[in-house]
């Protein structure tokens, strides 16, 4: 039988938290290892969620479903304030310093979707000149994989200085702009 949250009730236990949220009772206390949510223990050593947990478990399943690393999650959780349900403002924030990694992701994402039947051994997604940006193999020295899309962050913005305007600790690597050997 389900159990239900009530809308007034300002703590949930596990039963009621994963129901409402969607996830097994597993997740919630995988979650809660990894040091993305939090309960505080009744006298019994029964878990009890504060209501805020809900919005911080949605959070992470949809952070999870765009292939955000649990890290990352966890880093960006911490910068919602502890002790009271975080703000607008406080949401707003977490939001926008994934914001050009999330674009990053998207064009990724698109760029495959729209080359998807071309090559993409090497990565660069082109059957027509795969042999052209990737003669014999040479990308294979660099590791396994496709690394061409290793790479999403590409020939991206640049400053006014004319930097790249990649964050540093993004993981972003800009790849060879276009006409540089590869």
């Given at each position: 039988m389900a159990t239900h949250l009530s809308w007034k009730a300002k703590e949930a236990t596990v039963g009621e938290l994963a129901d409402r949220a969607g996830v097994a009772t597993s997740a919630l206390r995988f979650y809660e290892r990894e040091g993305l949510i939090r309960s505080r223990r009744t006298t019994g050593n029964q878990r009890r969620y504060s209501r805020d947990t809900l919005r911080r478990v949605a959070f992470i399943r949809a952070s999870q479903r765009l292939g955000i690393p649990l890290a990352a999650i966890r880093d960006a959780?911490?910068?919602?304030?502890?002790?009271?349900?975080?703000?607008?403002?406080?949401?707003?924030?977490?939001?926008?310093?994934?914001?050009?990694?999330?674009?990053?992701r998207i064009a990724l994402m698109e760029q495959l979707r729209d080359?998807?039947?071309?090559?993409?051994?090497?990565?660069?997604?082109?059957?027509?000149?795969?042999?052209?940006?990737?003669?014999?193999?040479?990308?294979?020295?660099?590791?396994?994989?496709?690394?061409?899309?290793?790479?999403?962050?590409g020939p991206g913005p640049t400053r006014a200085d004319g930097a790249s305007a990649c964050a540093g600790d993004s993981g972003c690597q800009p790849s060879a702009a276009a006409g540089e050997a590869v």
């Open positions: 959780l911490a910068l919602l304030p502890e002790g009271r349900t975080p703000t607008r403002d406080d949401w707003a924030a977490v939001s926008e310093c994934w914001r050009e990694d999330l674009n990053q080359h998807l039947t071309d090559c993409i051994g090497c990565g660069c997604l082109s059957m027509t000149t795969c042999a052209l940006v990737n003669p014999r193999d040479r990308l294979g020295d660099e590791g396994p994989g496709a690394r061409q899309l290793a790479q999403p962050c």
